[in-house]
T-cell receptor
């Protein structure tokens, strides 16, 4: 039973356009959400996060939106760059906890 | 800035062999964890530790042992390797009760 789901295995976007990666979760105890980016042969690197008390968090080209009622979050990358091509993992944790539950990941390809 | 260091990067084992995957961090983090990454399944938590001398099981602990004798080190032991343990293993660390977790670059393990 997957508690965190990324239903799109891959996404292809033109350079300069917006990339939107989606993530759904089922566990109501999750209250902190993170996006990690992973290049081949490297470990996941933290990208951006959001607490359940917010519905939006922005960091440069990256924005994460949280819809608690729908148990859905999304990562927007604007504008997309070829260097953004990587696997993006959505992860969630419960209050005061360190344990992370990950989605299966979405492969993003940004074409120049 | 070493961060989280994992050794070895690659290893091939025969079924039934034992092995220890090493993980060390230099950030004085209390929380350390081991994940395995398999195609289409994201990262799954194997074992974790909230401090020296304290360990607990994650989602997929069977076939693995851990110990935490120091804050810096968190080795993962495979006592009798099985082909189902072929995977990429990631170690991560963070401050207790805090995110994000910082990941090492992984150990790619193949069991024949």
């Amino acid at each position: 039973d997957q508690q965190v789901k990324q239903n799109s295995p891959s996404l292809s976007v033109q350079e300069g356009r917006i990339s939107i990666l989606n993530c759904d979760y089922t566990n109501s105890m999750f209250d902190y959400f993170l996006w990690y980016k992973k290049y081949p042969a490297e470990g996941p690197t933290f990208l951006i996060s959001i607490s359940s008390i917010k519905d939006k968090n922005e960091d440069g080209r990256f924005t994460v939106f949280l819809n608690k009622s729908a148990k859905h979050l999304s990562l927007h990358i604007v504008p997309s760059q070829p260097g953004d091509s990587a696997v993006y993992f959505c992860a969630a944790s419960a209050r005061w906890g360190n344990k992370l539950v990950f989605g299966a990941g979405t492969i993003l390809r940004v074409k120049s | 800035n070493a961060g989280v260091t994992q050794t070895p990067k690659f290893q091939v084992l025969k079924t039934g062999q034992s092995m220890t995957l090493q993980c060390a961090q230099d950030m004085n983090h209390e929380y350390m964890s081991w994940y395995r990454q398999d195609p289409g399944m994201g990262l799954r938590l194997i074992h974790y530790s909230v401090g020296a001398g304290i360990t607990d099981q994650g989602e997929v602990p069977n076939g693995y042992n851990v110990s935490r004798s120091t804050t810096e080190d968190f080795p993962l032991r495979l006592l009798s390797a099985a082909p189902s343990q072929t995977s990429v293993y990631f170690c991560a660390s963070s401050s207790q009760g805090a995110q994000p977790q910082h990941f090492g670059d992984g150990t790619r393990l193949s069991i024949l």
